[in-house]
């Protein structure tokens, strides 16, 4: 018989109870004792949905309070000395190293491979030694035994090749791996000797493109870990698959269990067969544990079906493609989606359930087969040949694209000219990202709104008073092209998805960004199309208030797929191509009331790139593409903008130009402009606003270090190409350090105007 296996559960709770005890503790409203029974209640209840559900192989130790890349640094005492060094315990430090105090700065936070989730970056030093502190293991395993589970409980790991890959401070980190390997060899005893039979060791590392060094250290890593004690190791991969230079040396290992991503790459198969060590099982993650959608059964069992041909189902173990951290709970409590579309879902309960189902489908005949998908097959069919996935003249409209379509009419320089003609702004013209603070206010407006003690008259008279209190702040500061302030914009994405045909929002759907931070991603289940304007009206009355240009402001298709749950039963390409007619739409109507600067926000243009370099080229292509969709209906005297939310340039340099964007924003004060370099070399065509104050934190810059770094964007992009702005939306701020900061920021502009301009070199 196939047995089933989770690889990690989702950890911030059903109702997010974590985040609330997190924040509880953090305020001093909840002891640690509290926190930790929290904790240990959303563990137990993990479990025990698992196993209500036949699940036969759970993960213990995969839960953690904060980020379970923190949690396997501490685990070999990996602590940097800011933080306690390696002798720190106790939830203090922890958090210390997660959130920073007065002058200790915390870890930083990168995104978890091409996930929304962020970790912690542990620092690694040259003469970093390790050591076992394998309580949290033990424990976790002790307490899933208290509770009575009798299924298997397996300990989740990161594993040391990853560990050290996702490290940061020294420039060869690898040279620590038979070091750290040893660790680990411990805690397999230790775990061993608490009772464990198996371990699940990830690497996700093996995924990306990897050196011959990088593998054969891995190799010994792993024979270490295997021939430290009597307990099996399950090596786990995910996002991507394995290429042959790993299966090769994967072949030799002392594995008892491979998993393996058959959702992201189904390809692999037919490989992982062949170099699967002899006696060892394979673990098919055939369920989606990336996206919200119920499997196709049948294409599933297609898969799982080849593995049985080879090896039986004694060596199958059946899982989701990777941790369920990515996904929300259960779609059962969701009654708000239609039904229609609610029968296409599956959250995390229900995944559980078509692992059991599948494990049940895969040994039966046929007959059986097919009595135990009758449902499951009907939903597939219905979703497959419903009208909300099939819109004709979505459809039809996308057919119709000819290379014309992604591209203005006029070349840039001569779009420039005609731009500069209408709008007659000064040398570095001074602007914003778009948004201005969200205030207690606003926030409370909208959930008055949303709880519908606020009519929709009351709210929109409310709006309309913001926005005209924005435009005056702005007039005064004396910024030179305005922006409405996005106060009726809870998020960038969801505020479009909500007017857009082809989303629907969960009540409950939230999964974990760090820490006690969560996002409920709209899902985007069908054809996208827009059915009226979502944004004239507020662009036309913040215009109406004032003589200077006011920014339409759009978010863009790349971003909205990316910050989506987005269908599956078509390529992503084709869903953005989508996104970007409806946009278009929207950027249209805007240029029709007379908005002659329209900003289309890419904030995740970069997050999207694929895991592996060489399937690169091809999104950056189709990415880029959208976006010109997009704005390429915009006459020439419309001067589009965008705005990029990273600084990490140096590559993408020659994409962003392919943008065709008249004017980009992008974040560059944190890295004191060294990211223009890239502008020196590259003869970038359009105008450039970098941002010169970092609005991620309420420091308010002075005048002096703004100017600082204004002459260095100077001397880099040169002043006739130059626009002054922050870094990035000032949503999460709070007025009196904006309107200082902005202050300094429109000073330091008009100072350098009066500066005659070096010539660049
Ligand atoms: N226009 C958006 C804002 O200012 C852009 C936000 C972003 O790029 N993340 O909030
Ligand atoms: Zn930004």
């Known amino acids: ?445 909208r959930r008055r709104r949303r709880a519908d003690e606020l009519d929709a008259e009351s709210y929109d008279a409310f709006l309309r008073e913001q926005i005209e209190l924005v435009v005056r702040e702005q007039e005064a500061l004396g910024l030179d092209v305005l922006a409405h302030g996005e106060p009726e914009r809870n998020d960038m994405v969801e505020y479009f998805g909500e007017q857009l045909d082809g989303f629907v929002f969960s009540a409950w759907g939230w999964v974990q960004s760090y820490g006690s931070r969560c996002v409920k991603p709209p899902m985007l289940f069908g054809d996208v199309s827009r059915p009226g304007p979502m944004t004239v009206r507020w662009w036309q009355a913040a215009q109406a208030l004032t003589e200077r240009p006011m920014k339409g402001m759009l978010t863009g298709p790349i971003t909205i797929l990316q910050w989506s749950f987005v269908r599956d039963d078509q390529p992503r390409r084709e869903t953005c191509t989508q996104i970007a007619l409806a946009i278009q739409d929207e950027l249209r109507d805007l240029e029709a009331a007379g908005a002659a600067i329209i900003q289309v926000d890419e904030a995740a243009l970069r997050e999207g790139l694929p895991l592996r370099g060489s399937d690169q080229d091809d999104y950056v292509r189709w990415a880029i593409d959208c976006f010109r969709l997009t704005v390429a209906p915009a006459e020439p005297e419309t001067q589009i903008h965008t705005h990029m939310c990273y600084s990490e340039f140096g590559e993408m340099i020659e994409h962003i130009a392919r943008l065709d964007a008249d004017v980009i924003s992008i974040e560059a004060s944190r890295s004191g402009m060294d990211l223009l370099d890239v502008f020196r070399e590259f003869d970038y065509p359009g105008e450039i606003g970098p941002g010169i104050y970092d609005i991620h934190s309420p420091r308010v810059p002075s005048t002096d270090e703004l100017d600082r770094l204004l002459e260095l964007a100077e001397q880099r992009i040169g002043r006739e190409r130059l626009w002054v702005n922050p870094d990035c939306g000032l949503k999460t701020r709070a007025w009196p350090e904006t309107r200082a900061a902005l202050a300094n920021l429109v000073e330091v502009a008009h100072r350098r105007r009066l500066v005659q301009p070096e010539v660049q070199a």
């Open 1 to 445: 018989m196939a047995r089933t296996a989770v690889l990690g559960f989702p950890r911030i709770g059903a109702d997010r109870e974590l985040k609330v005890a997190l924040e509880d503790h953090w305020a001093g409203r909840r002891t640690s004792d509290e926190l930790q029974t929290t904790a240990r209640e959303i563990r137990a209840a993990n479990l025990r949905t698992a196993v209500n559900a036949g699940i036969d192989v759970l993960p213990v130790g995969d839960f953690a309070l904060y980020d379970h890349v923190l949690d396997t640094a501490e685990m070999v005492s990996l602590i940097a000395e800011r933080h306690g060094g390696a002798g720190a315990v106790g939830l203090p430090a922890h958090f210390l190293a997660c959130r920073g105090a007065d002058g200790v700065a915390p870890l930083e936070m990168t995104k978890w491979f091409d996930t929304n989730y962020h970790y912690l970056v542990p620092e690694l030093t040259a003469e970093e030694s390790f050591s076992l502190r394998a309580e949290k293991w033990v424990a976790h395993l002790a307490e899933a035994r208290e509770e009575g589970f009798s299924a298997v409980t397996r300990p989740v790991v990161l594993g040391p090749l990853s560990l050290l890959l996702l490290c940061k401070g020294v420039p060869e980190p690898l040279t620590l791996l038979s070091d750290l390997a040893e660790v680990y060899g411990e805690l397999l005893k230790a775990l061993a000797a608490a009772g464990a039979r198996e371990i699940q060791v990830d690497e996700p590392c093996l995924v990306l493109d990897r050196t011959d060094a990088e593998l054969d250290g891995l190799v010994d890593a792993i024979d270490t870990l295997c021939a430290s004690a009597p307990i099996e190791v399950c090596l786990a991969t995910y996002f991507e698959g394995l290429d042959g230079k790993v299966l090769r040396r994967i072949e030799r290992l002392p594995l008892a269990e491979l998993h393996v991503d058959l959702v992201r790459a189904p390809d692999q198969l037919a490989a992982v067969l062949e170099a699967l060590p002899a006696g060892a099982r394979l673990s098919a993650g055939v369920i989606d544990g990336r996206n919200v959608w119920a499997a196709d059964l049948d294409l599933a069992l297609d898969r799982l079906d080849r593995i049985v041909e080879r090896i039986g189902t004694d060596r199958l173990t059946i899982a989701p493609s990777c941790s369920l951290l990515h996904v929300p709970y259960s779609v059962a409590r969701e009654d708000g989606i239609p039904r229609e579309i609610h029968e296409w879902l599956a959250f995390g309960h229900e995944k559980l359930d078509e692992l059991s189902l599948l494990a049940r489908a895969v040994g039966a005949d046929d007959g059986d087969r097919d009595e135990l998908l009758v449902d499951a097959r009907r939903r597939t069919a219905a979703r497959r040949v419903s009208r909300l996935t099939n819109d004709e003249a979505v459809r039809a409209r996308v057919a119709e694209l000819r290379p014309y379509d992604y591209t203005r009419s006029r070349p840039i320089e001569q779009r420039l000219a005609a731009q500069h003609e209408r709008l007659g702004l000064p040398e570095l013209p001074t602007t914003t990202i778009g948004s201005f603070p969200q205030t207690p206010e606003i926030r409370a407006a």
